[in-house]
């Protein structure tokens, strides 16, 4: 039986996704400030929240459980919950996926040698996905007719023989170029979201407790790219070292014991510390000091 039964007050059913969201949610969670572990055959993981129920399921079936109420609320794909239209409460878009902290594409996808240019070009066509409702609405947006069929893995293998074209989901496009398909078109943009049940949402535990996931949530996602810097500078440099240095809001200022001098404190893209940190060495700055951030909260 993959659901447990809960009979704590104050308990919380959070459907985690198993697969290839799993390794980069489990890492959010822990910048976070949740621990969860879990055996590889379990469904079930420990979290270090006693009002918190985990439960592993693949992406696909977390909007229908936090639809139906087994669950609470659950992370999963906005493309998921759009595809089994799904009656939830989008309580955040959490901007990461498998590889990077950026949404992933549905496109259109033909082989290299196709006729295929544009959606017009797949009347009568026959296209395999596993977002078989997406690709439908898409088809009738276009006003187009074609034959969709579900794919229940190994998409990008189908053309040419067993399909004209496939909908698939990518981050990069290596997978595609590398099976020698390319990109005809951008179907939909989707992303990590937090989802919870209406009626777990109108209660007001529930949905303090749903808030409060969302809120470090999206903490460590903002955190994610950035870095702290600390470093010393003299009072006279001051001016001309803050017209060049980034930062989030304006740098944290504070006095030294020698009054000649007052430390700056900022955040800063972690894309930029290496060329940030030789000028600001050169414009006067002295130890200074680069440190991870778990999470920004506004």
């Not at 992406?59 to 936090?66: D, G, K, L, T």
């Not at 470093?231 to 504070?254: G, R, W, Y």
């Not at 030294?256 to 893209?269: K, N």
Request: charged fraction near 30%; proline fraction near 5%.
């Amino acid at each position: 039986m993959l659901m447990k039964e809960i009979t704590e007050n104050n308990k919380l059913r959070l459907g985690l996704p198993k697969g290839s969201l799993e390794e980069s949610t489990f890492k959010m969670f822990e910048k976070a400030g949740f621990k969860i572990r879990k055996t590889e055959r379990s469904y079930f993981p420990s979290i270090d929240d006693k009002e918190i129920e985990a439960v592993m399921m693949r992406a696909q079936e977390i909007p229908r459980y936090v639809s139906q109420g087994v669950l609470d609320a659950g992370l999963t794909g906005k493309d998921w919950v759009i595809e089994t239209n799904s009656r939830v409460v989008a309580v955040a878009d959490l901007i990461y996926s498998k590889q990077n902290m950026r949404p992933v594409k549905w496109v259109l996808a033909v082989p290299n040698d196709s006729t295929i240019n544009s959606a017009k070009d797949l009347k009568g066509k026959r296209i395999a996905t596993e977002v078989v409702n997406i690709t439908k609405k898409y088809l009738a947006r276009k006003k187009v007719k074609a034959d969709v069929e579900f794919s229940w893995g190994a998409t990008e293998a189908k053309p040419p023989l067993l399909a004209d074209a496939i909908v698939e989901v990518t981050e990069t496009g290596s997978s595609l170029k590398a099976n020698n398909l390319r990109i005809v078109e951008v179907v939909m943009e989707s992303n990590t979201q937090l989802i919870a049940n209406p009626k777990a949402w109108k209660d007001a535990w529930k949905k303090n407790k749903i808030s409060e996931i969302s809120m470090l949530l999206q903490g460590a996602i903002r955190a994610e790219e950035k870095v702290g810097l600390k470093m010393n500078v003299k009072c006279s440099q001051l001016d001309e070292l803050l017209s060049f240095l980034p930062a989030l809001k304006n740098p944290t200022i504070s006095p030294l014991s020698d009054s000649g001098w007052v430390a700056v404190e900022t955040v800063i893209d972690e894309k930029k510390v290496r060329e940030i940190i030789p000028l600001l060495k050169r414009k006067g700055a002295s130890g200074i000091i680069e440190y991870p951030l778990n999470k920004i909260i506004p």
